[in-house]
């Protein structure tokens, strides 16, 4: 057989030689094509001014109803604030060809929804009332927690004239008229008027991963991803590296969806829940750092608002599970600081609990109510205002191992209807409860041991 030698006198057969060149050219051509299935855009530009030009740019490269046929990448730049709310309707992408928006540059690319009125006239001297007019292409629900001011939230009032105490705020429909008493002559610098209903609105969209971005100041949910229904659910959609805070619902809301995440996101000081799922399933929520979600407006008050909430049935009586949650992972988050439980599940089933800390929230560490077949493992709840892990009414199929609880049970005024606190509670109607290996530490005078 013909060889190829070296100088050094190491010899290769010509037809390795012609193997590795075929080799190489088919691996060229790859490389071209994996090229050519990836289309960019950057934001902003001349091309692509907003976030939504770039996302509508993706829909009319292909046929409405068709799947992606490339990975499109928009990469948003840090720098500018964008004040829109970015729909993402109607995108096909699939696990080969997804559609990612990806913040790019030193500081992450915020996603306001709210505006700064500065042309103010006044409205009437005394009281102080200044009036602005709002632009007709926002939205603006005459309702509560819409206006903050030097980063306090002022109350609403229905009065349509200029009869406003300091701190209060009014809107003429008609007239699309805000108008507002800040206790002094002139209106401040730091006005911001919740007026885009969300900062990431992805619905009936498949495999979208939205990557970096903070979202702040929506008058509904920070990021809302939502399928059509139970059976056309929301495929394939990653929530990662975000900072989602002062959204006045939810951080971040799962409806109707299947096989998506919320990675490694920083979700506080929205006004409801951080994390929300409900009817969907094999769902991972992981990595995250969750706190201080909490009702402004019912201050010092359990209220319902979690850090992370699995399931949510209010009117669902003990037994009766609901199975629309199902499948879900939640692991490895940081929780503490929420109004309410730190991670809730309710009426959901089939649910993992593994290495969360929940810590110094104002009722549970971890919460139960009307689900089945839950697991608990390696997880840690210290300094909870009530119990460590609350398992109540209507819930069956429980085991908790290798879980440390530890003074719990801070707040005696927790305590309803003569029911213990404790670091591990279950309730008198729990069926199927197991547990093993925990390390339970009481802490006086409220906490005791289960």
């Not at 003429?172 to 002139?186: E, Y």
């Amino acid at each position: 057989m013909q060889s190829h030698c070296s100088l050094r006198n190491r010899c290769m057969p010509l037809r390795s030689l012609r193997f590795l060149s075929v080799a190489f050219a088919v691996a060229a051509l790859l490389f071209h094509g994996l090229a050519l299935a990836t289309q960019s855009y950057t934001v902003p530009s001349a091309s692509y001014p907003t976030i939504q030009s770039a996302v509508q740019a993706v829909l009319q490269s292909v046929s409405p109803g068709n799947p992606l046929d490339d990975t499109h990448i928009i990469q948003v730049n840090g720098d500018p604030i964008y004040r829109e709310h970015v729909r993402i309707a109607n995108v096909k992408g699939t696990a080969s060809h997804p559609l990612i928006l990806k913040s790019v540059g030193e500081t992450a690319a915020t996603i306001d929804g709210s505006d700064n009125p500065t042309s103010w006239t006044q409205c009437s001297t005394d009281p102080p009332v200044w009036s602005a007019i709002l632009d007709t292409s926002l939205a603006f629900p005459a309702d509560s927690e819409l206006v903050s001011v030097n980063g306090t939230l002022y109350s609403y009032s229905s009065n349509q004239d200029c009869n406003l105490q300091t701190g209060q705020y009014g809107y003429v429909s008609a007239t699309r008229q805000l108008r507002i008493n800040f206790g002094t002559g002139t209106p401040p610098a730091a006005i911001h008027v919740r007026v885009r209903q969300r900062g990431f609105d992805i619905s009936n969209s498949n495999h979208i991963k939205i990557d970096g971005f903070k979202v702040t100041r929506a008058f509904a949910e920070g990021i809302q991803v939502f399928g059509v229904d139970s059976t056309d659910r929301a495929v394939g959609v990653m929530i990662t590296n975000c900072i989602i805070t002062e959204n006045r619902r939810r951080g971040i809301h799962f409806e109707f969806a299947s096989n998506d995440s919320a990675f490694n996101n920083t979700v506080f000081g929205n006004f409801r829940d951080g994390i929300y799922v409900l009817t969907s399933d094999n769902c991972v929520i992981s990595g995250n750092t969750v706190f201080n979600n909490d009702h402004p407006r019912r201050p010092g008050i359990r209220g319902g608002v979690s850090g992370i909430k699995v399931g949510d049935r209010s009117d669902a009586v003990p037994g009766a599970f609901i199975t629309n949650v199902t499948d879900i992972t939640v692991d490895y988050n940081r929780v503490y600081d929420n109004e309410d439980s730190g991670i809730q599940v309710k009426s959901a089933s089939d649910i993992r609990l593994r290495r969360n800390v929940s810590y110094g929230n104002g009722d549970h560490g971890f919460d139960h109510f009307n689900a089945m077949d839950i697991v608990h493992l390696n997880n840690v709840a210290t300094g909870n205002d009530h119990d460590g892990i609350s398992i109540e009414n209507g819930v069956s199929n429980v085991s908790v191992f290798n879980c440390i609880l530890a003074h719990n049970a801070l707040d005696g005024t927790t305590q309803v209807f003569n029911e213990k606190v404790a670091d591990l509670w279950v309730g008198p109607n729990v069926t199927g409860f197991a547990s093993n290996h925990n390390i339970l530490i009481a802490q006086s005078p409220h906490g005791e041991e289960w």
